[in-house]
């Protein structure tokens, strides 16, 4: 859900500087921790929709909490 607070908190910290995200899938839907390690870099173009457009792929080595 993307209104939870630690979804809120990465778009106003992407907002305040490059509008870049970045997002990576869980292996499994069951609420697993484990990710993939390739992902996606996207700019937020829209924050009334939060429209994301999706620019370059990305290998994530380290989870930060």
Do not use: W
């Amino acid at each position: 859900n993307i209104f939870e607070p630690r979804y809120l908190d990465m778009i106003n910290d992407s907002m305040k500087s490059n509008k870049i995200i970045g997002m990576i899938q869980p292996k499994t839907s069951n609420n697993t921790t484990e990710l993939h390690n390739v992902g996606c870099l996207g700019k937020i173009i829209s924050f009334r929709e939060i429209n994301l457009m999706g620019f370059r792929l990305a290998k994530f080595t380290k989870a930060r909490n």
